[in-house]
């Protein structure tokens, strides 16, 4: 499957979940687009705000960009809202974390699969 069908799909699932636990949600238009781009997702319930950057990757870590990264930094300073990465793993399910639980590398900012396994931060905990 393509990786822009399998993400889509992806987001797709997230705006379903939230939006069945009573959550206002958003899909950005024009997210991915470039690394300046909003994040994918925003959801919104009350005093819950999540911005969401979803990642449907079949491998051991995943990496953003660090023009990508200083984009969602920067959202998430302007907007006040919590950003996040959304991770669907295979068979695991969603895992979420913090930008600032991200690894600097010199080329990306990366989480392996193991250390969000570990993080186990899971959609119920966000609701």
């Not at 990642?55 to 006040?80: M, P, V």
């Not at 895992?95 to 186990?120: A, G, H, Q």
Request: net charge positive; glycine share 4%; hydrophobic share 40%.
């Amino acid at each position: 499957m393509k990786r822009y069908s399998k993400g889509a799909r992806s987001e797709r699932e997230l705006i379903n979940f939230f939006s069945e636990q009573g959550f206002s949600v958003i899909r950005a238009a024009g997210s991915g687009v470039s690394a300046t781009s909003p994040p994918d997702i925003l959801v919104f319930k009350r005093e819950k705000q999540y911005a969401l950057e979803c990642k449907a990757w079949n491998k051991n870590r995943i990496a953003i960009e660090h023009s990508k990264f200083k984009a969602l930094k920067d959202w998430e300073n302007n907007t006040g809202i919590t950003t996040m990465i959304a991770w669907k793993i295979s068979f695991k399910g969603w895992r979420f974390v913090y930008l600032d639980e991200m690894e600097e590398n010199p080329k990306s900012y990366s989480i392996t699969m193991k250390k969000i396994l570990e993080i186990d931060r899971k959609i119920e905990e966000l609701i």
